[in-house]
T-cell receptor, first 108, second 114 residues
Framework: SQQGEEDPQALSIQEGENATMNCSYK?????LQWYRQNSGRGLVHLILIRSNEREKHSGRLRVTLDTSKKSSSLLITASRAADTASYFC????????FGKGTRLHILP | DSGVTQTPKHLITATGQRVTLRCSPR?????VYWYQQSLDQGLQFLIQYYNGEERAKGNILERFSAQQFPDLHSELNLSSLELGDSALYFC?????????????FGQGTRLTVV
């Protein structure tokens, strides 16, 4: 089954800095999604990027997709305390499979 | 509020027991997914239903079963519970099946087996 693996597992940065998380997957995909999860709560969809797209923006989020390297990155610019959460990439056609996530901690 | 409702929010039960978790998807969503999240295993895909039919199966134990009813709500049944079944169980729904559209997650049911 397709599964993304996020890197790094954990990341701590100062408020105002940019945060970059990476996702690698194993097989060809049609879409890749990023989700955020605040501690113990349900996941929230951030962005979906299709295999024919290379970059997508949503507010302070920028997602890139490199299908030749089977990888994606999520950039959060000008981080805020409220961005502290776990971030997951997800792939799949018939089912949505999640990686284990990156735990992002924004320091005040 | 995602529009996906899961009940109960918390459940404490003894080993060997059977429980039923309920999920009401967002209005108009035909697809329902179930996930198990534990500290050491991440978010594990269990099963997916689309418009009442089982669409995809993941790492779901034989002791677990699920179904989607004609009104599109879904139930996840967990039986012969073991301590290791303690986890957060999430339901998600989407308009279409699979990863072509975003999924909306409920707030989860926290199951504690004692």
């Amino acid at each position: 089954s397709q599964q993304g693996e996020e890197d790094p597992q954990a990341l701590s940065i100062q408020e105002g800095e940019n945060a970059t998380m990476n996702c690698s997957y194993k097989t060809s995909i049609n879409n890749l999604q990023w989700y955020r999860q605040n501690s113990g709560r349900g996941l929230v969809h951030l962005i979906l990027i299709r295999s024919n797209e290379r970059e997508k923006h949503s507010g302070r989020l920028r997602v890139t997709l490199d299908t030749s390297k089977k990888s994606s990155s999520l950039l959060i610019t000008a981080s805020r305390a409220a961005d502290t959460a776990s971030y997951f990439c997800a792939t799949g056609d018939d089912k949505i499979i999640f990686g284990k996530g990156t735990r992002l901690h924004i320091l005040p | 509020d995602s529009g996906v409702t899961q009940t109960p929010k918390h459940l404490i039960t003894a080993t060997g027991q059977r429980v039923t978790l309920r999920c009401s998807p967002r209005s108009g969503d035909l697809s329902v997914y179930w996930y198990q999240q534990s500290l050491d295993q991440g978010l594990q895909f269990l099963i997916q239903y689309y418009n009442g039919e089982e669409r995809a199966k993941g790492n779901i134990l034989e002791r677990f079963s699920a179904q989607q009813f004609p009104d599109l709500h879904s139930e996840l049944n967990l039986s012969s519970l073991e301590l290791g079944d303690s986890a957060l169980y999430f339901c998600a729904s989407s308009v279409e099946a699979g990863g072509y559209t975003e999924a909306f997650f409920g707030q989860g049911t926290r199951l504690t087996v004692v």
